[in-house]
């Protein structure tokens, strides 16, 4: 029955997610979920599956990664009644700062999180919008291991499962939640 469920939830939410074909660049279909964000009904059913997820995992702090992981990380992190910590892209925090370096298919980019965002032993849930080839969510989690964090678990709304993002992630020892998939380019 909750597989059934689980089945009824992620169809749900994947039929409110819009692609947009040839962008940022030719031949790539990004996965836009401001639709799914848009509306109430469709966007309450979103955070209520994690929170549910999470309710009963003991989580001490939610992290969500840059940009769009900090739209459902904080709401969760709200209903969870825990913190949220921001894994910011290189610049863009004011304190001290920790660094990860991380490839992309083309060069490099570096998350970084403030030193003092978690203290040893904290449990966390890393939220992202997507799973890609899994370069920023690794990097985050690194980022919180380096701190001292537990992670509970890495949690995306999308996997892209061709890209093989969510297999580097499991690879690497981080057990990961996605509510849906989409499979082909």
Known sequence: MAELQHLTYADYIKAHIRTVSDWPQPGVQFRDITPLLQDPKSFR???????????????????????????????????????????????????????EQYELEYGSATVEVHA??????????????????????????????RL?????EAGAIVDLPELGGSQVIRDAGIPLFTVCDFAGH
């Open 45 to 99: 059913v979103l955070v209520d599956i994690f929170v549910h997820r999470y309710m009963d995992q003991r989580v001490d702090m939610v992290a969500g990664l840059d940009a769009r992981g900090f739209i459902l990380g904080s709401v969760v992190a709200y209903e969870l009644n825990v913190g949220f910590v921001p894994i910011r892209k290189k610049g863009k925090l004011p304190f001290t700062t920790i660094a």
């Open 116 to 145: 003092d965002a978690c203290t040893p032993g904290q449990r966390f849930v890393v939220i992202d919008d997507l799973i890609a080839t899994g370069g920023t969510m690794t990097a985050g989690v690194k980022l919180l291991r």
């Open 148 to 152: 001292g964090a537990d992670i509970v």
